[in-house]
């Protein structure tokens, strides 16, 4: 089994910031890409940003310019630093780990349980 740990998440007021951590362990033979979602009140989850083992990254448009991914392949761990938090950054964040559990197996979506994030007015 492949288990994805999140940490970091709490209260900040705005204009402030906060990290993320996202650890992947278990049954892993190679992860393609990491990524964090989030999901606000009445609202879809979306793509916050991802980052591929090569280090390709990808951002929200709401995002850019304000958070930072990054990633540890040796640790299996993504980071996700967080600056100039606004209130409509307010959601549970969600760690994404797209993988294969063995080799030749299918890449598969793996997802954490959520951190919720706070950002005061």
């Known amino acids: 089994q492949v288990q994805l740990v999140e940490s970091g998440g709490g209260l900040v007021q705005a204009g402030g910031s906060l990290r993320l951590s996202c650890a992947a362990s278990g049954s892993i033979f190679s992860i393609y890409s990491m990524g964090w979602y989030r999901r606000a009140p009445g609202k879809q989850r979306e793509l916050v940003a991802a980052?591929?083992?090569?280090?390709?990254?990808n951002y929200a448009d709401s995002v850019k310019g304000r958070f930072t991914i990054s990633r540890d392949n040796a640790k299996n761990t993504v980071y996700l630093q967080m600056n100039s938090l606004k209130p409509e950054d307010t959601a549970v964040y969600y760690c994404n780990a797209f993988l294969a559990a063995q080799a030749m197996a299918v890449l598969m979506d793996y997802w954490g349980k959520g951190t919720l994030v706070t950002v005061s007015s």
């Open positions: 980052i591929t083992s090569g280090g390709r990254t």
